[in-house]
């Protein structure tokens, strides 16, 4: 294909995006939901342009979006992945290798988490057969309560593992200092976060491995894709042999011998020269993005400034609309954890107690009236049918935690949400309780 096919073929491709129609809002009528991904000509185009290349699995835009991440999260490496949950596997699975020595996590040793968040954040630890110790949260900025985290280490205790709850950091500068007081490893959850910062520093950018997602919620997309970051060589070796089969070979797809020793390993009870692409150092998976994902990363992460500035006007745009309605009597309203500045994933209201109002009816309400909500998440994960057969311990109780899984629920800030549905969504809350507090 010459460039000037190409070129015609990826103007083309841009002029039939920019030529789709929006919907305009129309209040009660249009819904608005509460996460959502912003697509542009130039996403399509590049989108288009690996395709072009028929190279299905990795390759160059997966290269360039690996470096460009890094880059842009503060971290030294990362290595891309089929989703945000798949991250999380792949960055416990990192810290259980035997290249890890006495380090290496073991069935039965403890991790430290919530159990107010998204499932996937703790399912590795189970998977791995290690114990989930939950410690409670806070109600403001529903994030862990780092008193309670540093109470509940014990001798089993060998990780911490725990995101940032809807963009919203966990007070990860004292949880680090802890881990490293106490020669614990710290994986950071910042997939609902991208772009937030505590003390002037990235979220992602503390502790061992850091973790992204990239589903069309997220604050960019790659349809399904996620990431995980870290500085050290040796842990985005072992987190690459996870990713790829388990394999102990680093060459990249359709390339051999980047060692420039394929035939002359001597590893585990192999015969001498067994070739070293097909020796497995690890109990691995396949779970490689394709390049077209990777491309259409690339292109997002040009916008991602963009966007993480949106989020932040929406959220501050939505919390002063909700003050001016006196609704802040009915709600705890979320605040941000001190030191940071978040990078807004959802707005999480909480109804407050002896007000009269019952979430579940007022979801339903708001819904109806074309508002999009969502819970945050798994609510209590201990109580989840998932994990009644669980091995886990709770350290003090969950108080906070149940209060978050029966009354709260959040609206969107996405940079898809505009002035007028800002203004909608507020008056709809202010009516929705009205009418609850008056039945």
């Known amino acids: 294909m010459t460039d000037a096919l190409r070129a015609e073929i990826l103007s083309l491709a841009r002029s039939h995006f920019a030529a789709r129609q929006t919907p305009s809002f129309v209040p009660g009528e249009t819904y608005i939901p509460p996460s ?69 996590l073991r069935p039965g040793d403890e991790v430290i988490t919530v159990a107010a968040g998204f499932p996937t954040t703790v399912a590795p630890i189970v998977q791995h057969v290690c114990v989930p110790v939950f410690v409670d949260v806070d109600l ?25 709850s809807l963009g919203n950091p966990f007070d990860v500068v004292r949880v680090a200092e802890i881990c490293r007081r106490n020669d614990l490893w710290l994986v950071g959850d910042c997939c609902d976060a991208f772009g937030a910062t505590i003390a002037g ?3 992602g950018t503390f502790g061992d491995l850091s973790t992204l997602s990239f589903y069309p919620a997220h604050h960019i997309t790659t349809g399904e894709g996620g990431a995980v970051l ?46 070293h692409k097909y020796t497995y150092s690890h109990i691995g998976y396949n779970l490689k993005l394709s390049d077209m994902q990777a491309a259409l990363g690339v292109s ?42 978040p990078s807004w994933f959802g707005y999480l ?33 201990t109580r989840q049918p998932a994990f009644r057969d669980v091995d886990y311990r709770v350290h003090g109780t969950l108080q906070q935690t149940d209060k978050i899984m029966c009354d709260s629920f959040w609206i969107g800030v996405w ?4 002035e007028p549905m800002l203004d909608y969504m507020a008056d709809m809350l202010l009516t929705v309780t009205r009418e609850l507090r008056e039945a």
Not at 261 to 272: A, E, I, T, V
Not at 331 to 339: E, R
Not at 368 to 373: A, D, E, F, M
């Open 36 to 104: 959502g991904k912003v697509m542009d000509a130039e996403d399509c185009a590049h989108l288009i342009d690996a395709s072009l290349d028929m190279w299905l699995t990795a390759g160059r835009y997966a290269d360039r979006f690996e470096r460009e991440l890094a880059d842009v999260f503060g971290r030294r490496h990362s290595r891309l992945t089929v989703s945000g949950s798949a991250a999380n596997l792949l960055a416990f699975a990192t810290l259980t290798s035997p290249k890890h020595r006495e380090r290496r």
């Open 140 to 164: 403001e900025t529903h994030n862990v309560d780092v008193d309670l985290l540093e109470a509940a280490i014990t001798p089993k205790t060998r990780a911490v593992m725990i995101a940032h």
């Open 201 to 203: 520093q990235g979220v």
């Open 230 to 275: 870290m500085d050290r060589g040796p842990l985005a070796k072992i987190a690459e042999s996870f990713r790829d089969w388990g394999r102990d070979c680093y060459c990249k797809p359709g390339t051999d011998n980047t060692c420039g020793n394929r035939f002359g390993w001597k590893l585990g009870h192999l015969p001498h020269g067994y070739d």
């Open 300 to 341: 997002q992460l040009t916008k991602l400034s963009h966007f993480i500035v949106r989020r932040r006007e929406n959220f501050l745009g939505l919390e002063r609309r909700l003050k001016e309605r006196g609704l802040d009597d009915i709600f705890h309203l979320p605040v941000a954890t001190p030191g940071s500045e």
């Open 349 to 381: 209201l909480t109804v407050r107690d002896g007000v009269g109002i019952e979430r579940n009816a007022l979801v339903a309400r708001l819904e109806q009236k074309r508002v999009g909500t969502r819970l945050l998440f798994a609510g209590n994960l």
């Open 415 to 418: 940079p898809g949400i505009t």
